[in-house]
């Protein structure tokens, strides 16, 4: 396939793999073993050099999962990816990567409430300090940042708020710092090109629209390879000074003789190795299956989703209406520059009834499945505050876009009809 191939519905069919060179199977197959034969001594000890690459053990790599990195890699116009778990997984390791005790990164505080879970409380118990700052305003980053932040961290269509992040503008206040933009682009798979505006790094979780069948967990870390961290050695020595836990590795020259890829090889080589957050091989069979028909199923999505939010902002029982296609100001400007082909299959919105109307709402459902879920291609809902973000105190929900009234659709590729009647006959039984 020739490199200058850009289009997704392309690259997610052919990138990373052709054929089996022993079989000749179009199909991916599942490597399913645990370990790989070394061809001599001389070839072990240069796969545990670094002087070569190739399969050690399953839970550092794997040819199934290979495939599934090469394919984002290319979907993302990255350098390298790296498969783990979960989503949850990425989104740790991402920070774990660069960030140890006593460091600190700054956040968005328009997160799903997961993620927000893990920074405010489990990386600071593990030394890392999180300071959460307001998106509206990019400026709020670098007045956060001092000499030991080693990252900004962002979600591309926050869930559940659903106001664009404004990639470009936070990733330059961070690239004249030596801090790299983490993006999470879970929502928004095909519809931003997160490293085209600045970020370093995207995480995603393949559990959601990605895999897009609800059968299998995983998350993915990509490395753009555009971040020049051997230029801030002092902002970012995690990359630059000898790792005592891959003897001695300082990773930026240690990656030198195959490319930009220092952080994710880092990743793979301490992290995933040492915690074990390793993505099955099976896991990842389904999650490539989905990967083929993601940019079909992102415009059902997005179009289904726009035609929900159309009917929602009519109905008498809904005082307000979250969807990135129907916004106005600095939110709407931000959506239709960061997103293309669509504004995301999420829709939130606001019942006059409060919590109580909320879950007589979901209670009343036919057709959407109440499940702590998106990105299926089934049609999903919840009410967050009693759900996925119940751990967070009310001034916290309120941060993250949940009230006590809100609730979270995630449009499947059913035909709209029977969405927008079961989304009918619910709300008028939640009156």
């Not at 000749?24 to 070839?43: L, N």
């Not at 599934?68 to 990567?97: K, M, P, Y």
């Not at 902002?235 to 952080?263: C, F, T």
């Not at 029982?317 to 293309?340: E, F, M, W």
Request: glycine share 8%.
């Amino acid at each position: 396939m020739s490199k200058k191939t850009q289009n997704p519905e392309t690259l997610l069919l052919h990138a990373g793999h052709r054929a089996d060179p022993t079989t000749g199977s179009v199909a991916v197959p599942i490597y399913q073993t645990t370990s790989y034969q070394f061809k001599s001594t001389e070839h072990a000890a240069n796969l545990f050099s670094l002087s070569e690459l190739g399969n050690i053990y399953t839970r550092i790599m794997n040819p199934t999962c290979d495939v599934l990195e090469q394919r984002i890699t290319a979907l993302e116009g990255g350098a390298a990816a790296l498969a783990v778990s979960s989503g949850q997984a990425a989104s740790a390791i991402s920070i774990q990567n660069i960030a140890k005790v006593g460091d600190n990164i700054v956040s968005s505080t328009d997160l799903y409430g997961g993620t927000w879970n893990l920074f405010n409380n489990t990386l600071k118990d593990q030394g890392i300090e999180v300071r959460f700052v307001d998106p509206s305003d990019p400026a709020n980053f670098k007045r956060a940042t001092d000499t030991k932040t080693r990252a900004y961290y962002a979600e591309t269509l926050p869930n559940p708020k659903l106001n664009v992040f404004p990639i470009s503008e936070v990733a330059k206040i961070g690239r004249e710092l030596g801090i790299p933009l983490i993006m999470d682009n879970t929502a928004a798979p095909i519809l931003c090109r997160p490293f085209e505006h600045g970020a370093a790094v995207i995480v995603y979780s393949t559990t959601k629209y990605i895999g897009g069948h609800g059968t299998s967990i995983g998350g993915l870390l990509v490395d753009g390879g555009n971040f020049p961290w051997q230029d801030y050695a002092e902002r970012q020595p995690a990359l630059n000074q000898p790792d005592p836990s891959y003897h001695g590795a300082i990773w930026v020259k240690a990656v030198e003789p195959i490319g930009p890829v220092a952080y994710i090889i880092k990743a793979r080589t301490t992290l995933l190795r040492d915690l074990g957050s390793a993505f099955s091989p099976f896991n990842a069979f389904q999650v490539i299956q989905g990967l083929e028909t993601l940019p079909l199923r992102m415009r059902e999505h997005c179009s289904n989703a726009q035609k929900v939010a159309d009917f929602l902002s009519k109905h008498a029982s809904v005082i307000n209406v979250i969807y990135p296609g129907i916004q106005h100001g600095a939110h709407k400007t931000n959506a239709d520059q960061y997103l293309s082909g669509g504004y995301g299959g999420l829709v939130g919105f606001e019942l006059d009834g409060g919590k109580a109307s909320g879950q007589k709402f979901i209670d009343a459902l036919e057709l959407f499945y109440h499940v702590a879920n998106i990105g299926d291609t089934r049609s999903l809902a919840i009410h967050p505050a009693s759900t996925t973000h119940s751990q967070l105190s009310p001034d916290e929900q309120l941060s993250t876009g949940v009230s006590e009234g809100y609730v979270r659709l995630s449009i499947g590729i059913e035909h709209i009809d029977d969405i927008i009647a079961d989304l009918d006959q619910a709300l008028n039984k939640s009156v």
